[in-house]
């Protein structure tokens, strides 16, 4: 168990809807970091914040925001949902820099 | 330029024998150079990691190689186990404020008992 826990587990949900995905970091951690999972794309880094601040952004679609509150937990917004945004969502947190603790990820399924 | 390249894809080792990943980069930049091993189902775990100014880093029955001036890096996983069948991911940090890490395409690992 890395202490990163990840909300929900899975979603299911309908093309052109939009959804919340859920981080909350390792205690006294204050980097989160997203990124998706997929087959064809493997894992990609979409976006970070340190401390409620955007630190970087990488291959992360308009249609994509995150943030992060000041209880340090994130959230990933996702909406006008196509069907290729199927993949698994994964947060990961850090005190030092690279040291990433992954938490166990969300499984969206778009339909 | 931001590609880890890694090989190879999959691989089948016997119980007991070596298993061994390898990864390539070209930015020099990179300083930070993690491995994680993912199970079915599961978030990717940091397995261990080296940077550039060490050539070799060993935590039990795994061992980073480092070669800087060949920008390549392996994964060696002594006395191979069963258990360790999954899918491991070399990754690269880049010198910025964020140290996001890029990450190579995955070696599914099948240890056969």
């Known amino acids: 168990d890395s202490g990163v826990t990840q909300t929900p587990k899975h979603l299911i949900t309908a093309t052109g809807q939009r959804v919340t995905l859920r981080c909350s970091p390792r205690?006294?951690?204050?980097?989160v970091y997203w990124y998706q999972q997929s087959l064809d794309q493997g894992l990609q880094f979409l976006i970070q914040y340190y401390n409620g601040e955007e630190r970087a952004k990488g291959n992360i679609l308009e249609r994509f925001s995150a943030q992060q509150f000041p209880d340090l937990h994130s959230e990933l917004n996702l909406s006008s949902l196509e069907l290729g945004d199927s993949a698994l969502y994964f947060c990961a947190s850090s005190v030092a820099e690279g040291e990433q603790y992954f938490g166990p990820g969300t499984r969206l399924t778009v339909t | 330029q931001q590609q880890v390249k890694q090989s190879p894809q999959s691989l089948i080792v016997q119980k007991g024998g070596i298993s061994i990943i390898n990864c390539a980069y070209e930015?020099?930049?990179?300083?930070?150079f993690p491995w994680y091993q993912q199970f079915p189902g599961k978030g990717p775990a940091l397995l261990i990691a080296?940077?550039?100014?060490?050539s070799e880093k060993k935590e039990g029955r795994f061992t980073i190689s480092f070669n800087k001036s060949a920008k390549q890096f392996s994964l060696h996983i002594m006395d191979s186990q069963p258990g360790d069948s999954a899918t491991y991911f070399c990754a690269a940090s880049l010198v910025d404020s964020s140290y996001k890490l890029i990450f190579g395409s995955g070696t599914r690992l099948l240890v056969r008992p």
């Open positions: 080296i940077r550039p100014d060490v």
């Open positions: 205690s006294g951690d204050l980097s």
């Open positions: 930015n020099t930049a990179f300083d930070y």
